[in-house]
């Protein structure tokens, strides 16, 4: 079973830093390009960071500059360098595999991330 285990979220004063985890297997790890998203409430889904296998990254506007993505080989874990964080960035972040090479994609369960002061 594929398992995305994430970690790090919180509640954070405005301007302050959050680093998100996210662990999975060694086998999704290496096939699978990994990214963070987003969601408030009442708002759908929105991507905010992505890294493939070659470390190439992406990341929505609203963040740039502030957060960094990243990828730990040794560790099977990619984090979220929140900094500057803003009210706005208040959201459940989930980490999220997606193959490659076929439509397969798989969730964590989400970490509550509040920005507030």
């Known amino acids: 079973q594929v398992q995305l285990v994430e970690s790090g979220g919180g509640l954070v004063q405005p301007g302050g830093s959050l680093r998100l985890s996210c662990s999975t297997s060694?086998?999704?790890?290496?096939?699978?390009?990994m990214g963070w998203y987003r969601q408030a409430p009442g708002k759908p889904r929105e991507l905010v960071a992505t890294i493939t296998g070659e470390s190439s990254t992406n990341y929505a506007d609203s963040v740039k500059g502030r957060f960094t993505i990243s990828r730990d080989n040794a560790k099977n874990t990619v984090y979220l360098q929140m900094n500057s964080l803003k009210p706005e960035d208040t959201a459940v972040y989930y980490c999220?595999?997606?193959?490659?090479?076929?439509?397969?994609?798989?969730w964590g369960q989400g970490t509550q991330v509040t920005v507030s002061s």
């Open positions: 060694e086998r999704i790890f290496r096939l699978y390009a």
């Open positions: 999220n595999a997606r193959s490659t090479i076929t439509p397969l994609s798989f």
